[in-house]
């Protein structure tokens, strides 16, 4: 008789706390791993940027792609340097309250969508108009890569692992500080 088709007993409350309790302590191990080998993994990947200003790198599995993993970059970003030009500028624009206090939805649309004119050294609107008081701030070096798995390969993992055909073992899966201990 086939497994898959052989009737099914419920288990047992006991059965389910201890699976529960198990499963727990599985996941516990493979967290720590995951945690250890993707901060090595990110760290890698910025320093390669660094070196060679490549962004993505494609990860495969037994030929599979597994998805990519891509250094995330940084953009500049708009700041109020000059509050007192910009407050003019937003007054002119009747952009903020009596009393006047700048609205802070404009301010915030502006800093969003303002341009900046690297020749002229000022930031633009959309319209070309000067937004004074404006400066745009450099983008930090890359911090963070993103992973984005490929769906169709982890449907495929999936069904391995169900059918018992994936076979890896986590210890193969060694974090950097494990391989120096091994020395």
């Given at each position: 008789m086939d497994q898959d088709n052989a009737p099914q007993a419920k288990p047992s409350v006991g059965d389910l706390q201890r699976d529960a309790l198990?499963?727990?302590?599985?996941?516990?191990v493979v967290d720590a791993r995951f945690d250890s080998i993707k901060q090595a993994a990110d760290?890698?990947?910025?320093?390669?940027?660094?070196?060679?200003?490549?962004?993505?790198?494609?990860?495969?599995?037994?030929?599979?792609?597994?998805?990519?993993?891509?250094?995330a970059r940084p953009k500049p970003k708009m700041v109020v340097a000059d509050r007192e030009a910009f407050t003019a500028h937003a007054e002119r624009e009747k952009r903020g309250a009596w009393h006047f206090i700048v609205d802070p939805q404009?301010?915030?649309?502006?800093?969003?969508?303002?341009?900046?004119?690297?020749a002229a050294e000022v930031a633009v609107d959309k319209n070309g108009v000067i937004i004074p008081g404006l400066r745009e701030l450099p983008a930090a070096e890359p911090s963070t890569v993103t992973t984005t798995p490929d769906a169709?390969?982890?449907?495929?993992?999936?069904?391995?692992?169900?059918?018992?055909?994936?076979h890896?073992?986590?210890?193969?899966?060694?974090?950097?500080?494990?391989?120096?201990?091994?020395?």
């Amino acid at each position: 008789m086939d497994q898959d088709n052989a009737p099914q007993a419920k288990p047992s409350v006991g059965d389910l706390q201890r699976d529960a309790l198990i499963m727990r302590f599985i996941k516990q191990v493979v967290d720590a791993r995951f945690d250890s080998i993707k901060q090595a993994a990110d760290a890698a990947a910025l320093a390669a940027f660094r070196e060679s200003g490549h962004l993505t790198t494609l990860p495969t599995f037994e030929g599979m792609p597994l998805g990519t993993r891509t250094v995330a970059r940084p953009k500049p970003k708009m700041v109020v340097a000059d509050r007192e030009a910009f407050t003019a500028h937003a007054e002119r624009e009747k952009r903020g309250a009596w009393h006047f206090i700048v609205d802070p939805q404009w301010e915030k649309a502006t800093l969003k969508y303002a341009q900046w004119d690297a020749a002229a050294e000022v930031a633009v609107d959309k319209n070309g108009v000067i937004i004074p008081g404006l400066r745009e701030l450099p983008a930090a070096e890359p911090s963070t890569v993103t992973t984005t798995p490929d769906a169709d390969t982890f449907a495929k993992l999936q069904e391995m692992l169900r059918a018992g055909e994936f076979h890896t073992d986590l210890r193969s899966l060694a974090a950097p500080q494990d391989e120096e201990s091994d020395e």
